[in-house]
């Protein structure tokens, strides 16, 4: 069973900045794509940012220019750097991994936007 454990998340003012972390507990390069979702309150879950085992990158129109994904291949590791938050960021983030068929879940962190 793989594992996705997510950390990073917190209380931070707009216009601040957060790195998330997501460790897998196998190689990342087994899956054909990584990538960080997002739930707010009432809302349904959405695809931020993802990278493929290629290294190709996409990322949702409302976080471009804002949101980075990289990626630590030694390190089993997913990251998201999300700088000038916003209220709007606020949710809680989830760590997502595809391999064809099967899709693997992180337990989610929360990012909390608010002056």
């Known amino acids: 069973q793989v594992q996705l454990v997510e950390s990073g998340g917190g209380l931070v003012q707009p216009g601040g900045s957060l790195r998330l972390s997501c460790a897998a507990s196998r190689s990342i390069f087994s899956f054909n794509a990584m990538a960080w979702y997002r739930q707010a309150p009432g809302k349904q879950r959405e695809l931020v940012a993802l990278i493929t085992s290629g290294g190709s990158r996409n990322y949702a129109d409302s976080v471009k220019g804002r949101f980075t994904i990289s990626r630590d291949i030694p390190k089993n590791t997913v990251f998201l750097q999300m700088n000038s938050l916003e209220p709007e960021d606020t949710a809680v983030y989830y760590c997502?991994?595809?391999?064809?068929?099967?899709?693997?879940w992180g337990q989610g962190t929360q990012v909390t936007v608010s002056s």
């Open positions: 997502h991994a595809k391999q064809y068929q099967l899709e693997y």
